[in-house]
């Protein structure tokens, strides 16, 4: 038998998405609205425990278009974790405003409240906390301090459908959340997103401004500048199909991090956590290497294996275009994880039968890519 090629992360799309996606053909409805868009928010909405869900073409507009309904523009700041994926400080930088970046707490890698208070100024608007990699940030701290300076919290929860804190879900703890339903998501629409809220007005702001500004009262009457960020029909066939196997999705993901987390009991890493509040996701299964390892050998002595691994976001005040948001600051905890992290294959078609193959490979070519 030869062995398939394991990919860092690749869809399920084995429900009804494809007889979704046909209706939509045959129906000819494949555009920005229809029945399946409508569906989509309803399932979504439950599914977090939320009043309201506004669909939108990807994760970024999510964050940019929840900025905006929270009001953020030119002058703000908003406090964001140092590790995270760019469009986090990009949506912020797309309003005007600007990314002022926190470090990450060493235990479950997302945004430290104690950081995000140090990084707190008059221009301080909001905070967005990032679910990193499936695992819930430690809201209860971040949103006490987002009461006592009276500042938004909007979660980035791109990376963590069905995570949950303190027995709720993400995208319902904040004022506002993102998510993404990028290719290989927890969830995916192929490109798509998500704007949660209990809130009806910002639901409402949510909707004007991605569909052109459009008053919902007065066709083609545009009070406001909006923007074409609509989710197709299409995608949203897509959407529907997928939530109808949420459940399974979370369950197989977490099953394969409990094999990880047995597997590599005896090698020198540092596992991911999940903290005691916590329900993680597993949206990527990482660990830390120890820093006498090189870890581009590593990462090719496991490619020549036939497995995918992915390194760590670099930290983002290092980007060209953050460089001067952070001068004479340091993040030492992303950093690290920056330059030790290595995310390993964590989609929910794993088997256990993989997940033993992947940690002996990793055993072995540990030991093949020490630093002499
Ligand atoms: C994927 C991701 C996004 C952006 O989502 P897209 O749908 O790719 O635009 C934003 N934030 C984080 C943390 C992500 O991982």
């Given at each position: 038998m030869t062995r398939r090629f394991i990919p860092v992360a690749e869809p399920v799309l084995a429900g009804n998405e494809k007889k979704y996606v046909n209706e939509c053909l045959?129906?000819?409805?494949?555009?920005?609205?229809?029945?399946y868009v409508e569906a989509?928010?309803?399932s979504f909405a439950d599914f977090c425990g939320v009043k309201h869900a506004v669909s939108i073409v990807n994760g970024t507009a999510a964050l940019h278009v929840a900025l905006l309904a929270l009001g953020i523009g030119r002058g703000d700041e908003v406090i964001v974790p140092d590790l995270t994926f760019i469009a986090s400080a990009n949506a912020v930088t797309y309003c005007g405003a600007q990314p002022v970046f926190a470090d990450v707490d060493a235990r479950t890698w997302t945004l430290d409240p104690q950081d995000t208070a140090a990084k707190i100024s008059a221009r301080t608007k909001a905070v967005?906390?990032?679910h990193l990699y499936g695992h819930p940030a430690n809201m209860t701290p971040l949103l006490e301090l987002a009461q006592d300076h009276d500042i938004h919290v909007i979660e980035d929860a791109a990376e963590a459908h069905g995570a949950e804190y303190k027995g709720q879900r993400v995208g319902s703890i904040g004022d506002i959340a993102?998510?993404?339903f990028f290719g290989n998501k927890v969830v995916t629409t192929g490109e798509g997103g998500m704007i949660t809220t209990n809130d009806a007005q910002l639901a409402d702001q949510a909707r004007l401004l991605k569909g052109q500004g459009m008053d919902p009262e007065r066709r083609y009457h545009f009070p406001i500048v909006g923007y074409n960020y609509r989710m197709t029909n299409l995608q949203a066939a897509i959407g529907v199909a997928q939530m109808e196997r949420i459940d399974w999705f979370i369950e197989r993901r977490r099953e394969v991090a409990a094999w990880y987390d047995n597997a590599l009991k005896n090698l020198a890493v540092t596992k991911m956590m999940e903290a005691s509040w916590a329900k993680s996701v597993y949206w990527l299964y990482s660990i830390c290497i120890p820093e006498e390892i090189d870890r581009d050998l590593l990462m090719t002595r496991m490619l020549e294996r036939g497995i995918e691994t992915r390194p760590f976001f670099y930290p983002t005040h290092r980007q060209p275009p953050y460089r001067l948001n952070a001068e004479n600051q340091t993040f030492p905890v992303t950093t690290k994880l920056s330059a030790q992290g290595l995310s390993l294959p964590s989609s929910a078609r794993i088997s256990k039968e993989e997940v033993a193959y992947i940690t002996d490979a990793l055993g072995v070519c540990l030991q093949a890519a020490a630093k002499s």
């Open positions: 045959e129906s000819g409805w494949i555009s920005g609205s229809g029945n989509f928010e309803k967005m906390p990032v993102a998510f993404s």
